[in-house]
């Protein structure tokens, strides 16, 4: 699988600098502001040890050439605990997102859509507050992103956009375990996100 993304990311990224020598336009430069609601899936600590995550984030993009461009993203979200016995003694759980992505961006002119792919990694820190001993337990992770909006331009100017659209976070942290089982359980996680929010182009 990691290969296999990996592959994915090198080959999008040559398409993009091949399109950057062939063709020259103006920059698109874009901030999004956003509401995210983060569901844990699968066989893992957060599936089973969290509830949904809700939050807000923040984007920037750039546009430059044959709809090819890059960007990043800063996320913050909340979740409680749903069971103990899984995710321990701990209070306020808090997942921030720090990610770069590569962007392709195709628009369907006069009708106002437009769509967005992403592929892209980052850093997933999970906080959470100790129950008994007011501590904070910390987990660092490297993440793989996968993601995609529909947009709908709502101002004449075109510089307003509203948008939706999922997003598949693969995390993986270091974490040892004699048990190789129960590292994979405590290490890895999968987060389906749904995003909500506005664009602002310039």
Do not use: C
Not at 43 to 68: E, P
Not at 111 to 132: N, P, Q, W, Y
């Amino acid at each position: 699988m990691m290969r296999k993304y990996l592959l994915f990311l090198m080959i999008l990224a040559l398409s993009f600098f091949n399109a950057q020598e062939s063709v020259k336009q103006k920059a698109r430069f874009s901030i999004d502001l956003k509401g995210n609601l983060g569901i844990p899936i699968g066989d893992n600590f957060m599936a089973d040890g969290l509830k949904t995550f809700g939050g807000y984030g923040l984007g920037f993009q750039a546009i430059f050439v044959k709809d090819f461009g890059l960007g990043g993203e800063f996320n913050q979200m909340f979740s409680n605990v749903k069971d103990v016995s899984v995710f321990g003694a701990l209070q306020d759980p808090r997942l921030t997102d720090f990610s770069f992505y590569l962007i392709y961006l195709h628009s369907f002119g006069d009708s106002g859509f437009d769509v967005e792919a992403k592929a892209g990694i980052g850093t997933l820190f999970l906080r959470s507050e100790s129950v008994d001993w007011g501590d904070r337990f910390r987990q660092y992770g490297n993440q793989y992103i996968l993601s995609g909006k529909i947009l709908y331009t709502i101002s004449k100017s075109n510089n307003v956009q509203v948008f939706f659209g999922p997003k598949i976070y693969f995390f993986d942290s270091d974490i040892n375990f004699e048990n190789k089982k129960l590292e994979r359980y405590y290490s890895n996680a999968t987060i389906v996100n749904l995003n909500l929010g506005f664009r602002f182009n310039f």
